[in-house]
């Protein structure tokens, strides 16, 4: 597909610069309603606010002709492709896979998904875009094995934990069409990217020179395999995890089959990923576990972590379970995945084999959620957070700033709790308080402290507890607060302090409280 020397990524780029081909264009060329309808996969809307567009003469302008050939999927005239890719030209796409060479009756038909791409980071807002494989609606039929994602909701959602500090090396594993990769690109001197699919290679590396990256390297290859004995500062996956039959007749999906039995690959990931991390280093995946026999799948994900090897010594880890499927729904929503349609008879062999599957491993549910591990500086530092948080209405493009604060409170709060009494905190800004009183009472019946960024927990506390937080402002220490909170209460001072020191840690862990500046290091 790819021509290492050919002009084409740079003069394709050009073409969608002067056409506008951004995000905030299409918007305006099709309307809210239009784009709202594409993202729930009708592409109807838009196709109607093109035609009204065109008018009566049915001419059609550069972005409306790229935005239905390379979005919506759709044949647009030689003419019309043309005019709209006067650097690139038809040739030049079609030498690239962009697009078919012209039919009989004058259409070029696109063989890519290009769309552009926005996005907010640490260093600011910025665009690219992306091109992936064609889609199920444009394709007007189940997707190949070989089939190349485009950005969808895990990728974001992975983008969105990323923490984007700078580093010296990221390994992207499993690049798919190289958008993780990219991200990393801006914070990191050094990117190495990885895929067992070659065409996924091809496609990523396309996406770098479109876009004007050069600091990604790309490797072709399973797993850790094309990174052997070597380490990285941070390792970012969203691994081909989604659990499938090892059964003759069930498709295997490159993008999302990790070819091992059960959560197999996610296991896999825990161990290996904790032998490429540079001291200090931080890997960050997505990934599946089951709950077999109803044992809880974050217990099994413990198994995995307690598991690892002395010369791992070292890693913390903190594993946030998003949801949990039942083994059914968990079937019917990956086989829908892949174009498979309820009713057929495809679906139902399919299914069948799905549960057969997990009935041999008695497996009853599935959960969904996110890892991440960090070597840490000392071989005894052994910190283990997993939890079910909820996560619906979260902004996730914050969420990388807010795991490595996190990350930061973890090995801030290895000190001894008489440091952490002489130590002195700050209420985070994003924290409110809400009470609720009986009618006529002066006390109120609940306290809670809301919080309004990363996972957006909410934390039910007392008076006494709400009393210390109200009063960390980073003038006064944690222990100087309590005494004067106790002697409000008329409790005594060393029993008031014992009973809150771990509620202060967990609200400190969470981000609820920040440590003040001055305040002792870790």
């Known amino acids: 597909m790819l021509v290492l020397d050919s002009p084409v990524p740079e003069q394709l780029a050009a073409d969608l610069t002067a056409a506008d081909f951004t995000v905030d264009a299409l918007d305006r060329l099709w309307g809210a309603e239009a784009a709202a309808a594409l993202f729930r996969g009708h592409r109807l809307p838009a196709v109607r606010a093109l035609r009204t567009r065109a008018g009566g003469d049915g001419n059609t302008d550069a972005l409306s002709t790229l935005a239905t050939l390379f979005v919506l999927g759709l044949p647009v005239s030689a003419r019309e492709l043309g005019a709209a890719l006067p650097s690139t030209g038809i040739e030049g796409a079609a030498e690239f896979g962009l697009v078919g060479t012209a039919a009989s009756d004058g259409q070029v038909r696109p063989l890519l998904d290009l769309r552009p791409y926005e996005f907010t980071d640490a260093l600011g807002p910025a665009s690219w875009w992306i091109a992936s494989d064609l889609g199920e609606l444009a394709l007007g039929h189940a997707i190949a094995p070989e089939h190349v994602l485009g950005i969808g909701g895990a990728s974001n959602t992975l983008t969105g934990l990323m923490i984007d500090r700078r580093v010296g090396s990221v390994l992207d594993l499993g690049t798919g069409c190289g958008i993780q990769a990219l991200h990393a690109s801006r914070h990191a001197s050094r990117v190495v990217a990885t895929d067992i699919s070659a065409r ?49 007749g069930v498709a295997a999906y490159e993008y999302r089959d990790g070819g091992m039995v059960g ?29 077999r026999h109803a044992a809880s799948g974050l217990e099994r994900v413990a198994g995995w972590l307690d598991s690892l ?57 599935v959960g969904f959620g996110y890892l991440t591990l960090r070597r840490g500086e000392r071989a005894t530092t052994r910190w283990r957070r997993l939890e079910r948080v909820q996560t619906s209405g979260t902004d996730a493009a914050g969420l990388g700033r807010h795991i490595a604060a996190c990350l930061d409170a973890a090995t801030w709060l290895q000190m001894a709790d008489a440091a ?85 840690r967990e609200l400190i862990a969470t981000g609820f409280l920040l440590v003040s500046e001055g305040a002792p290091p870790a």
């Open 420 to 504: 952490l009494v002489a130590s002195t905190l700050v209420v985070a800004d994003d924290v409110t308080e809400e009470r609720h009183y009986w009618p006529g009472a002066d006390d109120p019946s609940v306290i809670a402290l809301h919080q309004g960024g990363g996972f957006g927990r909410t934390i039910q506390v007392d008076s006494g507890l709400a009393a210390v937080v109200g009063a960390c402002d980073g003038d006064l220490t944690i222990g100087a607060i309590c005494s004067a909170v106790a002697q409000l209460l008329d409790v005594d001072d060393a029993a008031l302090l014992r009973e809150l020191l771990p509620q202060l």
């Open 309 to 365: 090897d002395a010369s791992n010594g070292g890693i913390d880890a903190w594993v946030i379970e998003r949801e949990v499927q039942d083994a059914a729904s968990y079937a019917e929503t990956w086989i829908r995945d892949g174009g498979t349609r309820p009713g057929t008879p495809e679906f139902d062999t399919m299914y069948d084999a799905w549960l057969t599957d997990f009935a041999t491993r008695g497996v009853e549910s």
């Open 263 to 291: 959560d197999g690959i996610v296991q896999a990931m825990v161990r290996e990923a904790a032998e490429h991390l540079n001291q200090g280093g931080v890997a960050q995946f997505l990934g599946n576990w089951e709950y």
């Open 200 to 248: 996924a290679i091809e496609l990523a590396r396309f996406n770098a020179r479109l876009n004007g990256v050069t600091n990604i390297e790309f490797r072709l290859g399973d797993l850790f395999e094309p990174v052997a004995l070597e380490r990285f500062d941070q390792i970012v996956s969203n691994p081909p995890f989604v659990i499938t039959p090892r059964e003759a």
